[in-house]
């Protein structure tokens, strides 16, 4: 059974198009993992449609998209050769042995929502790859920021507040955390470097515990 479940922010899939055999490298080993992607700068067709469609709508084109960048990566992994559109295609998907690979399920929820569910329903341990190098005390654009080696479920709700967005540049929503926090998942927040993905547990990161 799947024993990591990775979250990578769509910026990540598109910034490593031209070495997506490197990126695909980084993320397979020996044990079984699903990958979710997120929409990146495809984000744009939901941005395009903001204050025309609603939420839930702007929520569509958002997943059509993440699930453009799964299939791209889906395309070089020696994957399940399905993407699961539904919760309960992911053990589906799982049993088969292969790694899995997928995007956005529902309306609402971001990649690393979708990412926590599938690690509370597989039992796994969860990796977030984003931008930066974990967790902050603060933005870490602001003066004085200070990176966190470790912070709670609830301490992580404090930071990250919950101004969520459809395409929305967040570390983490709320409730991706809110799943977390309720099964206890492993947690690891990063920075998604190749070298970072395919060691992520020595990796300068935050663990969520």
Known sequence: MVDYVFSIGGSIVRENLDRIEELADALERDEQVL????????????KA????ANN????????????????????VMDAYPSIPE???EIKVAAASGKDVVMGGLTPGYSTDATAAIAAEM????????TTVNGVH????????AEKLDEVTPDELLEIVGDDYEPGS???IDETAVKIIRRSNIPTRI????????????????????
Do not use: C, M, S, W
């Open 86 to 88: 539904r919760p309960e």
């Open 137 to 144: 005390d603060k933005h870490p654009d602001e003066d004085g």
């Open 169 to 171: 540049y967040e570390l």
């Open 35 to 46: 990958v979710v992607t997120g929409a990146g700068d495809l984000n744009k067709h939901q």
């Open 56 to 75: 839930g709508e702007q929520d569509l084109v958002g997943i059509k998209a993440t699930r453009l960048n799964a299939q791209t990566l889906l395309t």
């Open 190 to 209: 990063f920075e998604g470097t190749l070298e970072n993905l395919a060691d992520p547990e020595n990796a300068e990161g935050t663990d969520v515990e």
């Open 49 to 52: 449609v903001k204050g025309i």
């Open 122 to 129: 597989l039992d796994a341990e969860l990796y977030i790859a």
